[in-house]
């Protein structure tokens, strides 16, 4: 039997935003939707770019809400509805300030951590027993204030271990569906 798979991509809309650490979850559905030769169209629906991909017996939904990250919550709903998948099968993928640039955390349900898009996406579902894929952008140096970290670009000097990070995010949603938490917690949870 397959299964279907709500894969969503936290991030801002628009060119401004694109090359944010905020949006490095969006960068990762790009991959996703790449890998596949598949392209991101806007739902008839939900605020959100869309595309569907077939990866073994399973068909994914890759999705980029195109609204601000604080109101992700609505267009993921609209999408799940739509769709007809329930939390068991989201996968989340946003960025993450507590682990270093470049590192993966999978898991399973938790907090938000002061993450607005996450925050929103409990709301819309009132739970937040969904997967996560956390993509470690690291903390800022010094006095910056996070807020205005997550809205700035990646340095030049980052960008191997921002190519590093999509990649390996990409790997990290296909064993995720393929193969299962444990496994994908073993293999990327460093």
Wanted: charged share 20%; net charge positive; aromatic share 6%.
């Amino acid at each position: 039997m397959a299964n279907q798979w709500l894969v969503v991509g936290l991030g801002n809309p628009g060119p401004t935003y694109a090359f944010t650490r905020h949006n490095i979850g969006a960068r990762v559905i790009d991959e996703l939707a790449a890998r596949n030769n598949s392209k991101l169209s806007r739902h008839k629906r939900a605020l959100a770019d869309v595309a569907e991909v077939r990866m073994g017996e399973n068909k994914l939904v890759l999705v980029k809400p195109m609204s601000y990250m604080n109101e992700s919550g609505g267009p993921t709903k609209a999408l799940a509805s739509f769709y007809k998948i329930s939390p068991e099968n989201i996968i989340v993928l946003h960025d993450e300030l507590d682990i270093p640039l470049s590192t993966i955390r999978v898991k399973l349900g938790g907090g938000d951590n002061g993450h607005n898009g996450l925050k929103s996406i409990r709301s819309a579902f009132g739970t937040g027993d969904w997967f996560r894929v956390r993509l470690g952008i690291g903390r800022p140096e010094g006095r910056q204030d996070p807020a205005d970290f997550v809205l700035k670009a990646f340095s030049s000097a980052q960008a191997t271990d921002v190519e590093f990070l999509i990649t390996n995010g990409a790997d990290a949603v296909e064993s995720l569906v393929n193969h299962g938490l444990v496994q994908t917690q073993n293999t990327f949870n460093s």
